[in-house]
């Protein structure tokens, strides 16, 4: 693929991007019961995700009519396909809901299965982190790389509780716990775009989740390896975005988080 095709892709996403988050903030604060619904325990969806969303897919099709989607609230296309753009219109709905102030778009660009681009944006903060298979990751522009954090002892880790999967919160607390009385301190902030993102630029150092849908993974992950950094499922592997378990950190703390999460999910998922 030509170098300019590629940036022609980030500029298209970056537009759309740009649109969706003008959309979410001028409508932060303004929703109604009527504008938010309820798509499974605790998993919520509003009008605004859902015009967001729209405004991405009119962008980018516009720009490139013969590409395909994932898209969280409407489209699910065929992944066999040359370009598939995979889209979370508004990452940390149920924080939007509240005005808790952890919200992001993520937008990622897949050519034959692999993500060659990723843009995750935080508009109350009016950053934009990008990444081009093979030219870095940045931040509004300038280059970012992961931290030099190697052990466990000095680190801060980010996390998320499955809610989607409740019947493994023993489990997942098991883990939190263990991982918890090893690092610095643990957050859950709620928008796993933008904690990938976070761990790009060097916010915080390791990252785990369960339960993770592909348009929570597929921008965040590339800016993290752009970044210098490690994505694995959990069991070591790549398939993260089709187990939806994902442990990504510093590569000096990949294995010492990955052994935890196997010592507490080896044989149960990820088989």
Same mark, same amino acid.
């Given at each position: 693929m030509h170098p300019k095709q590629k940036s022609e892709f980030l500029g298209t996403a970056f537009r759309a991007a740009m649109l969706a988050g003008d959309l979410i903030l001028e409508n932060l604060g303004k929703l109604s019961k009527k504008d938010i619904h309820i798509k499974d325990t605790s998993d919520f969806v509003t009008r605004v995700d859902k015009e967001s969303e729209d405004l991405i897919l009119s962008t980018i099709k516009k720009k490139h009519p013969g590409h395909q989607f994932l898209a969280e609230e409407t489209i699910k296309d065929d992944e066999h396909t040359e370009y598939r753009w995979i889209i979370d219109p508004l990452d940390g709905t149920t924080n939007f809901i509240h005005g808790y102030p952890v919200f992001s778009i993520s937008i990622a660009l897949e050519y034959k299965g692999t993500i060659i681009l990723g843009l995750v944006h935080d508009p109350l903060r009016e950053e934009i982190f990008t990444a081009e298979k093979g030219n870095g990751a940045f931040l509004n522009g300038h280059p970012v790389h992961i931290s030099s954090i190697n052990d466990l002892g000095n680190s801060l880790i980010a996390t998320g509780f499955p809610f989607r999967n409740r019947d493994m919160i023993d489990r997942y607390l098991a883990l939190f716990k263990n991982v918890f009385n090893q690092v610095s301190d643990i957050r859950r *902030? !709620?928008?796993?775009?933008? =904690? #990938?993102?976070?761990?790009?630029?060097?916010?915080?150092?390791?990252?785990?989740?369960?339960?993770?849908?592909?348009?929570?993974?597929?921008?965040?992950?590339?800016?993290?390896?752009? *970044? !210098?950094?490690?994505?694995? =499922? #959990?069991g070591g592997g790549p398939d993260y975005l089709k187990t939806g378990n994902i442990v990504a950190s510093t590569p000096m703390l990949h294995d010492k988080l990955l052994n935890e999460v196997k010592g507490i999910f080896s044989g149960i998922i990820d088989r």
């Open positions: *902030a !709620g928008s796993a775009a933008l =904690d #990938f993102a976070h761990l790009a630029c060097g916010r915080c150092d390791g990252f785990f989740e369960l339960g993770l849908s592909p348009w929570d993974m597929a921008a965040g992950s590339i800016l993290i390896t752009e *970044a !210098g950094g490690v994505v694995s =499922d #959990f």
